[in-house]
């Protein structure tokens, strides 16, 4: 079993800045994958980007260049920095963990509200 706790969500004008952070707990999170998803009302939940233990990450097309995924494996945290952010930025961010073999180990947390609004 893996935990993940979100937090650093909030209210942010149109241009600034978050970071997300998400602390997981549980047995073997080298071998997970983890990463950040985001669902905007009446949207599909997306995904963000994701990280693995050794530092390799991967973006949606889309989030290229405004959003930032970093891991501490120390901490066993994975952080989200936002930038230039947008209304359309306004979603429910989660985080997940996704093991890198057992593909169908997947884990979530329970989310925290990103709004940008002026």
């Known amino acids: 079993q893996v935990q993940l706790v979100e937090s650093g969500g909030g209210l942010v004008q149109p241009g600034g800045s978050l970071r997300l952070s998400c602390a997981a707990s549980g047995k073997g999170l080298v071998y997970y994958k983890l990463g950040w998803w985001r669902q905007a009302p009446g949207k599909q939940r997306e995904l963000v980007a994701m990280?693995?233990?050794?530092?390799?990450?991967a973006y949606a097309d889309s989030m290229q260049g405004r959003f930032t995924i970093s891991r501490d494996n120390a901490a066993n945290t994975v952080y989200l920095q936002m930038n230039a952010l947008k209304p359309e930025d306004t979603a429910v961010y989660f985080c997940?963990?996704?093991?890198?073999?057992?593909?169908?180990?997947?884990?979530w947390g329970q989310g925290t509200q990103v709004t940008v609004s002026s």
């Open positions: 997940n963990a996704v093991h890198l073999t057992f593909i169908d180990l997947v884990f």
């Open positions: 990280i693995t233990a050794s530092l390799n990450s």
